[in-house]
């Protein structure tokens, strides 16, 4: 009896420990099957017809409305360099004395010369008036005389060349020659350039031609996020480049502080007409995929199982404590409403900075996830968390009353 009890208990621990795991792994699946997925934070933004601004971006090259390299017209050695680096100077400032002692010299004596042929030739004139003198000798003394004084003017001319002054006012550069240097003609002196006012040069398609004229508003800056500064277009070259199908736009722009400088890297925006009735939506909101681009959507959860019908009290009868009219808990109307996403394919439009046009796919009162994407599929259950929402980074840009 003792061997069979024995058996008859190992083969019921057996089949318990059997019946424990399989009912162990049904109750895990059936767990997970079940399981809720909590709600996934996003930020949303409600899509609503506005006014809307759009623009053209462009990359464009930041120069002076004045600016040269200033160079010698004649060679000669370095005798004086009246300015500093960084200095403002006016119109006619000197900047560069070259080494005139021979020119001066020269000048004195053709002047002393000039003295001698002017009264040779009135000398001729007297002699001709009575009746001595040839008429020849006094064009021949005329001519000298004129000669002469052209002489004069050539060497004054030269040795105002080697005076180098400042054609506009302007900033000068650091200066690129020494004190005592020999300068060959057409030696870079220093740069002068002029920053209360600055230009852009840029291109923008030729599609957008039209819509580009002289007089345009535009904003420029040297970063995405910081366009600041304010100008407008003073020039559209008439030809389209045929390699690259662009047209080059000049804009001229206040410089207030001096903070652009020429050769500076500069973002534009060619600012277009205001239009009415636009839907747009913060460029975050929008999912590109192989099938189209897409958003994702918040509306009120469909899965959710609704409550049986209650009972309803009885004509006269009043509600028991703690219930609605309806005879529901009364914490059921203060239930939070459960919220799902759905996605939704739409068609993008122009893009303007951190906005994008949306022309097909969504309706007044949308409300769509600008942020947290990442983490949804069609149906996820969300919840709206706009504490830190992307949206507000465009609200320049988005649609207003």
Known sequence: MLPAIILILVVAVAGGLVW??????????????????PAAPVSTYTVKPGEWMPEIEAIGTVSAIQGVELSVEVAGIVKDIPFKA????????PLLQLDDAIEKADIVAARAQDVLMDQTLARARTLNTRGVGAVSAVDEAQSASLAKKAEIAKLQAVMEQKLLKAP?????????????????????????????????DFTVPEQTLSEVRIGQPIRLGLTDSDINFQGKITAVEPR?????????????????????????????????PREENVFTLPQTALVSSLYGDYVFVVRPATNEAKPADAPKPADGAKPADGANAAGQPATADKKEEKLSVAQVF?????????????????????????AGQNRLNAGATVKIANDVNPANTAESGLPTK
């Open 168 to 200: 506009f006012k302007g900033t000068v550069g650091i200066p690129r020659i020494e004190l005592g240097q020999y300068l060959p003609i057409g030696t870079v002196v220093v740069s002068l350039q002029d920053l209360s006012t600055m230009r852009v």
């Open 346 to 370: 739409v068609t993008p439009g122009r893009r303007s900075g951190l906005v994008v046009e949306i022309t097909k796919g969504l309706k007044e009162g949308d409300i769509v996830v600008t």
């Open 20 to 37: 424990f795991n399989l009912f162990r792994e049904t109750m895990i699946k059936q767990f997970f099957a079940t399981m809720q997925q």
């Open 240 to 272: 389209i480049d045929p390699a690259t199908r662009l047209v080059s736009v000049r804009a001229q722009v206040e410089n207030p502080g001096e903070k652009l400088r020429p050769g500076q890297f500069a973002q534009v925006r060619v600012t277009l």
């Open 86 to 93: 960084n200095q403002i100077v006016e119109k006619d400032a």
